[in-house]
């Protein structure tokens, strides 16, 4: 995805969340993940680089 201009990024582990399947929406800590969604979407759409 990067080699093709996009921004991929390994998020969760990095910063020591734990544990997630691919469904996090449905995890115990979806309200975090949510957080560190919008975060991220805030930071990085709709600016160009």
Do not use: F, T, Y
């Amino acid at each position: 995805m990067n080699k093709a201009g996009g921004k991929a990024e390994l998020l969760l582990p990095d910063i020591g969340i734990k544990g997630n399947s691919h469904m996090l929406m449905q995890d115990r800590n979806n309200l975090q993940i949510a957080d560190l969604l919008a975060a991220w979407i805030d930071k990085n759409v709709g600016k160009k680089p």
